[in-house]
């Protein structure tokens, strides 16, 4: 692959694979240095990507594994109180009344999107706000097909679950 070729691919993709890390991890500098880590690596090993998936699944399995080791080394209990996007909202409400359910039911999404593991919480953010298919998902991971499904399919689940402890 060449420079240019990089820089074409990594154009096309670089907002969401920003929007995504900033899902996974909360936090915009930490969401920041994870992108351009991933940027890095992936521009060093341009050479080896050998198109058996297409650029944007291999630019995030890398970011994944980059941050993978980094919670690995530091081992440290995350939370996840920035999941609160611009992205997630809905259009803006007209009442007073509207402004303040949404905020409060996007409240309590982010709260719940904290509470799951992220072994279930990156599935499925992968398969519901960035529109991965199953396959997709489970290249970026390095899972089997069917185990994607499972997790996305638990993640729902638990998120209904939490949910209706908040909302009720």
Same mark, same amino acid.
Do not use: C
């Given at each position: 692959?060449?420079?240019?070729?990089?820089? =074409?691919?990594?154009?096309?993709?670089?907002?969401?694979?920003?929007?995504?890390?900033?899902?996974?991890?909360? *936090?915009?500098?930490?969401?920041?240095?994870? +992108?351009?880590?991933?940027?890095?690596?992936?521009?060093?090993?341009?050479?080896?990507?050998?198109?058996?998936?297409?650029?944007?699944?291999? @630019?995030?399995? @890398?970011?994944?594994?980059?941050?993978?080791?980094?919670?690995?080394?530091?081992?440290?209990?995350?939370?996840?109180?920035?999941?609160?996007?611009?992205?997630?909202?809905?259009?803006?409400?007209?009442?007073?009344e509207?402004v303040?359910?949404?905020?409060?039911?996007?409240?309590?999404?982010?709260?719940?999107?904290?509470?799951?593991?992220?072994?279930?919480s990156?599935? +499925?953010?992968?398969?519901?706000?960035?529109?991965?298919?199953?396959?997709? @998902?489970?290249?970026?991971?390095?899972?089997?097909?069917? *185990?994607? =499904?499972?997790?996305?399919?638990r993640?729902?689940?638990?998120?209904?679950?939490?949910?209706?402890?908040?909302?009720?």
């Amino acid at each position: 692959m060449t420079s240019g070729e990089f820089q =074409r691919e990594y154009e096309a993709v670089k907002n969401r694979l920003y929007t995504f890390l900033l899902r996974v991890t909360g *936090d915009g500098a930490e969401a920041q240095e994870l +992108l351009q880590e991933a940027v890095f690596r992936a521009y060093r090993k341009r050479n080896s990507f050998r198109r058996e998936s297409s650029f944007k699944t291999w @630019i995030y399995r @890398i970011a994944l594994n980059i941050r993978a080791n980094s919670l690995r080394r530091h081992m440290v209990e995350r939370t996840y109180p920035g999941h609160e996007n611009k992205t997630m909202l809905a259009p803006s409400p007209q009442t007073p009344e509207e402004v303040f359910a949404r905020k409060e039911r996007n409240h309590a999404l982010a709260a719940a999107l904290g509470a799951l593991k992220e072994k279930y919480s990156i599935p +499925l953010l992968l398969k519901h706000l960035e529109g991965y298919s199953y396959a997709e @998902i489970s290249e970026m991971l390095g899972i089997e097909e069917s *185990d994607a =499904r499972k997790r996305v399919y638990r993640a729902r689940h638990q998120l209904q679950s939490l949910l209706g402890e908040v909302l009720n």
